[in-house]
Each structure stands twice: as structure tokens, then as C-alpha cells.
């Protein structure tokens, strides 16, 4: 059973950056397509970024220059790094992949950027 399991978000004020973690299981993570997305309160659920298995990587037009989608296949582990975070930024980040039209979340961890 593909589990996964995220780490990593807080509270943070604007300019700063923070590393989620996202790690997998039940799964043959090396051959994985990996995303993040994220929702806002009142917001629907929006694609940030994501890595292919070969590391191609594309990111949401409001995040380029700042984010950075990138893998670990040893320790089965995802990573976003956000840096010069804004308040537009705050919202749940979730890690998503698919496995035979199947998708699979984890459980969210909270980012909130604010004075």
C-alpha cells in the first residue's frame, strides 16, 4: 500500500524559506513521478511542482525562480524547497504521485507566511 508522509511546514515570515520532506512507501519510488500541491483556505487544490524519474522537473508560474522540486531515490524522499516565501504562499502542501491512475496524498503539512 503506497504510503506518504510529509514534514516540514511552519510559520515563517515573508522572505524566508522552509524544506518540506515528503517520504514513500509500498511503492518503487525511483521509477515514481512525485508532485506537490498545495490549497489554499477557500481555494481549490493547485499543482506547485513536480520531478519525473528522470528528474525533469516544472513548477506553477507563481513559484519559478523561487521553488525547488528535487529527489532523494535512496531514501525514497521528495523535497520542496520554497525560499523568498510570500503570504500568497501560505496554504496546505500536499505530496501527491500516481500509480495505475491511482492517486495517492499525504496527509498535508501546514505553511503559513506571515509577519
Known amino acids: 500500500q503506497v504510503q506518504l508522509v510529509e514534514s516540514g511546514g511552519g510559520l515563517v515570515q515573508p522572505g524566508g524559506s522552509l524544506r518540506l520532506s515528503c517520504t514513500a512507501s509500498?511503492?518503487?519510488?525511483?521509477?515514481?513521478?512525485m508532485a506537490w500541491y498545495r490549497q489554499a483556505a477557500g481555494n481549490q487544490r493547485e499543482l506547485v511542482a513536480a520531478?519525473?524519474?528522470?528528474?525533469?522537473?516544472n513548477y506553477v508560474d507563481s513559484v519559478k525562480g523561487r521553488f525547488t522540486i528535487s529527489r532523494d531515490n535512496a531514501k525514497k524522499t521528495v523535497y520542496l524547497q520554497m525560499n523568498s516565501l510570500k503570504p500568497e504562499d501560505t496554504a496546505v502542501y500536499y505530496c501527491?504521485?500516481?500509480?495505475?491512475?491511482?492517486?495517492?496524498w499525504g496527509q498535508g503539512t501546514q505553511v503559513t507566511v506571515s509577519s
Open positions: 501527491n504521485t500516481n500509480r495505475g491512475s491511482v492517486d495517492y
Open positions: 520531478i519525473d524519474s528522470v528528474r525533469n522537473t
Open positions: 509500498g511503492m518503487i519510488f525511483s521509477f515514481a513521478a
